[in-house]
């Protein structure tokens, strides 16, 4: 293993819930304004999820006052507090952003219904 890979497994988060494109979640983010830092929560839809490693990224869309208002997170960065799945949403694509162009209900994505059994093969 190399530096730059020794440097990179020390940063990478092991607390990462398991979630996917689709899901709706909250994502808990420090935020530095002059010398005081808060937690700030930023709610809204997965629509995308890029890389791996490190530099994985994902992107979330929410609806601010009708406006629609998108930001990425970086997933391992030490800004990044929390990300706590609401919502798992059912999706066939790995990328939405074709809700951009949707408004109003279009723009929502079905919840995933699992079952008890699912949830049960899922922590074994």
């Known amino acids: 293993m190399n530096l730059v890979q020794a440097i990179q497994a020390e940063q990478i988060k092991s607390e990462i819930p398991a979630f996917n494109v689709g ?22 839809l997965v629509i995308a999820m890029k890389n791996a490693g490190i530099g994985k990224t994902f992107t979330v869309r929410k609806n601010s006052y009708g406006i629609g208002v998108e930001r990425v997170f970086p997933l391992h960065s030490p ?46």
């Open 23 to 44: 899901d709706t979640v909250r994502v808990s983010f420090k935020i530095v304004e002059g010398k005081t830092e808060r937690v700030q929560a930023y709610e809204g």
């Open 79 to 124: 800004r990044v507090e929390n990300v706590e799945v609401l919502r798992r949403g059912k999706v066939r694509r790995a990328k939405l952003y074709y809700i951009r162009a949707k408004v109003g209900k279009k723009s929502k994505v079905k919840e995933l219904i699992i079952s008890k059994k699912e949830i049960e093969g899922q922590k074994a």
